[in-house]
């Protein structure tokens, strides 16, 4: 080392006294417009799914409770709280935003003191740069997964038509696990589902192609995989977060999936039912619907001897006689049923409990009794002239076809009534329409107006492409009756349904009328129930709103052996009888082990 | 370019060639006459400058694959001559006499994917990782990111999390299924 060497370092202090060099930029040069600074989450957008959480690489997100916000159908009520210590402002949380609440601005200079300032919930916590527009948003077309649905193979409208072979053609094991690979596994839709099944891990299984596990997972919490795989009213994929930019997970054709897969014959070995131990405590079942038949599943599954009484011939209740076959073919029913038979459940048919066995021997030879005899009286509307004889209801039509009887035809009908059964009794119409007169002559109408009627859309999309009619915000005045014969329904204009205190009360106007020719009505404006087999202990009960039999969160009644679920106290779907079932058969455990 | 191609052809076995633009080609030829190729570029096609060296880990292949970009100023053109090297050994000759540079970058794929080049200067001295890294190559596909900083990063203290599915059922359906 030379001399020079030890000495350069010591000629910088002559600079010491001189005027700095650097100054401060005065330009005050805004980073790139797409630059990936400080976060910014639209927190009334965002929805706590937590899959920024969950894709953060550095562990740098938390979703924590933040006021304001509150759990509800479709929101956790948590927002992403964002640790800087950790962000390395890749910008995947963005990417993979399920809603795109959340961007990164291009703001990056801030300067404090205390560490603890750099975790802040981005959106709710107060910054500077909360209005900020520039800096990094998903681009349109980049997605970490896809935002289109696997498409569901479907009869087209003209091979459908005529027949009643089941519509939707299912899943093959590649679109299955295609789809089920969309998942983001939130669980949003846990909350939301009635039955609280477990979603994500059953669509899980779907992508590890293990259907057994997939089959157990269902089983935790829905015996009728086959039938809610086909029908149900699938309320988690209305909140699903894929929902927000692009099509909901096909959650109901995923759980069908598994329960297509596994062939009858291997449920008890994979759901470890071979052996039940029973408890000698007998439970009497009224109705063999969904409720009471996810009651008999799981009381059976305690040891319960299980005995259910159903008025009709088969059981399944409106799945059976509501449905459609091409919804639901009849062997998938008895596919779910058989097997909750085989777990040691009994069943007596064309028995009218109240009628053919008083409630009271129920009570006498059982330790509780379970009803859920669901609705099945049509409401009538009650026009002039419905009183016809060629007026139906879609129910008694529904199930009439379900029996196989021939029903008495016309070639011009009209259907008063916008929702599921509505359309259902349209559709079953048009086919048999078709193969008697090889043409469709069928309207449906109803007082909602378009877009608001209360079926799914697809089906009043598939009615259409049926060829049937569907000329919906008509209210019905009168039947016109000329020589005893039908001719017509006159309807006028429905100019709104409800009143301002929200009650039911359709305004008409009646200078816009018209008439729908037809020679047979068949009214489908809702059912009623019959309960009238309590009528001897309606007195140690209570009644709601609506005439409902009030109960405790266990669907226990006030008279203690009596449970009571399934439509005539909640929903109506087969998703709720199904929770109403479990929760009642827990209730009745719970019960019988604390005499 | 594509007589530049048959030249090299002449000499050494190309086994792929993609011409991706006028001015940029890719070749591909076995790991023995990799570094051979490149002098060859080098010296008699006059790509005298090395652009960068890079690798792409094929995981589900096995390989890895190096690419040598070569750039020739006066033709303005680049040349991206590519070698597959087994992932398991990962091992390639090194290319350092060639150019001063390629020092630093057989140090960086050394490091990021643990590949080794035998003779070449600075291998298993840290580039940018920490002197305190413990962990695999970060480069690697298979290096998981999330488990190496749950590992080796304690949680700051004061942090907590919420499972969405969870704080739903207890705020929306407490008594459960």
């Not at chain 1, 200079?109 to 909360?130: A, L, M, Q, T």
């Not at chain 2, 643990?114 to 890294?133: C, K, M, T, V």
Request: glycine share 8%; hydrophobic share 35%; charged share 30%.
């Amino acid at each position: 080392m030379s001399l020079k060497d030890v000495l350069m370092p010591f000629t910088a202090w002559g600079n010491l006294f001189k005027t700095p060099v650097t100054i401060k930029d005065s330009r005050n040069v805004e980073a790139a417009p797409r630059y990936r600074g400080f976060h910014m989450n639209d927190a009334d957008k965002c929805i706590g799914c937590g899959t920024c959480e969950e894709i953060c690489q550095n562990a740098a997100i938390d979703l924590v409770e933040v006021a304001g916000y509150e759990a509800k159908d479709g929101d956790s009520g948590l927002r992403p709280m964002i640790d800087y210590g950790r962000c390395c402002w890749c910008a995947l949380c963005v990417d993979v935003c399920t809603t795109q609440s959340l961007r990164l601005t291009n703001e990056y200079k801030w300067i404090s003191s205390d560490p603890e300032d750099f975790r802040f919930v981005p959106g709710v916590d107060e910054k500077h740069w909360n209005n900020r527009t520039e800096g990094y948003t998903k681009m349109d077309g980049y997605d970490l997964y896809s935002t289109q649905r696997v498409e569901m193979g479907e009869l087209h409208a003209e091979e459908r038509d005529k027949s009643f072979v089941e519509m939707i053609k299912g899943y093959s094991l590649e679109q299955a696990q295609k789809e089920a690979d969309r998942c983001v596994e939130c669980g949003i839709c846990i909350a939301t589902c009635p039955a609280h099944m477990g979603i994500p891990r059953y669509i899980e299984a779907v992508r590890h192609g293990d259907m057994e596990e997939g089959l157990r997972i269902l089983y935790e919490t829905n015996p009728l995989p086959e039938i809610c795989g086909r029908i149900c009213t699938h309320k988690c994929e209305t909140v699903c977060s894929l929902n927000h930019k692009g099509d909901a997970l096909s959650i109901r054709w995923l759980k069908r999936y598994i329960a297509d897969q596994v062939p009858a014959e291997r449920y008890k070995e994979i759901l470890g039912t071979d052996k039940i131990v029973k408890n000698g405590k007998k439970v009497a079942i009224v109705g063999a619907g969904p409720a009471g038949l996810s009651a008999a599943h799981y009381l059976s599954l305690m040891g319960y001897q299980v005995k259910v009484y159903e008025v009709q011939e088969a059981p399944g209740g409106m799945t059976r006689y509501g449905i459609p076959e091409y919804r639901l073919p009849y062997d998938m029913i008895d596919k779910d049923i058989d097997y909750i038979k085989s777990l040691g459940a009994e069943f007596q048919f064309g028995t009218r409990v109240g009628v053919d066995v008083p409630l009271e021997t129920l009570e006498k030879e059982y330790d509780a009794v379970f009803a859920a005899t669901g609705l099945h009286l049509g409401r009538s509307t009650r026009v002039p002239g419905s009183d016809h004889k060629r007026v139906y209801q879609a129910i008694d039509l529904l199930r009439d076809v379900s029996y196989g009887k021939e029903i008495d035809l016309s070639e011009k009908i009209v259907v008063v009534g916008g929702g599921n059964v509505a359309m259902d009794i349209t559709r079953t119409i048009a086919r048999l329409q078709n193969k008697k007169y090889g043409k469709v002559g069928v309207t449906a109408t109803c007082l909602e107006a378009e877009g608001s009627m209360p079926a799914d859309d697809e089906e009043v999309i598939e009615a259409r492409e049926e060829n049937a009619t569907i000329d919906p915000g008509w209210g019905p005045q009168e039947i016109i009756v000329e020589n005893g014969e039908i001719k017509g329904l006159r309807v006028a204009k429905c100019l709104r349904i409800f009143d301002d205190e929200g009650r039911f009360n359709p305004t008409m106007d009646m200078e816009n009328q018209k008439v729908f020719e037809a020679e047979m009505i068949v009214e489908s404006i809702g059912q009623g129930m019959d309960i009238s087999y309590t009528d001897n202990i309606k007195e140690k009960l209570t009644f709601g709103p609506r005439g409902r039999i009030q109960v405790s969160p266990d669907f226990q009644s006030d008279i203690p052996w009596l449970f009571v679920g399934g439509d005539i106290i909640e929903g109506p779907d087969v998703i709720h009888g199904i929770a109403n079932g479990h929760k009642a058969a827990k209730g009745i455990d719970k019960f019988l082990k604390g005499k | 370019m594509k007589e530049i191609v048959n030249r090299l052809k002449e000499k050494f076995p190309v086994t792929a060639e993609i011409y991706q633009r006028d001015d940029l080609t890719f070749v591909t030829v076995e790991k023995k006459y990799g570094v051979d190729a490149v002098a060859y570029l080098k010296e008699y096609e006059g790509f005298t400058h090395l652009v960068l060296l890079t690798a792409v880990d094929w995981l589900e292949e096995g390989e890895f694959q190096l690419t040598y970009l070569l750039n020739n100023p006066k033709a303005k053109h680049d040349i991206g001559l590519r070698v597959r090297i087994d992932r398991e050994t990962a091992e390639m000759q090194t290319a350092h006499h060639l150019w001063p540079a390629v020092t630093t970058y057989e140090q960086e794929l050394n490091e990021m994917f643990g590949i080794s080049f035998p003779g070449s200067p600075r291998q298993g001295h840290r580039f940018i990782l920490d002197e305190a890294w413990q962990g695999p190559p970060p480069y690697r596909r298979d290096f998981d990111t999330k488990k190496y900083s749950e590992e080796t990063y304690f949680p700051r203290p004061g942090r907590s999390k919420i499972d969405p599915s969870e704080h739903m059922k207890k705020k929306l359906y407490p008594e459960g299924m």
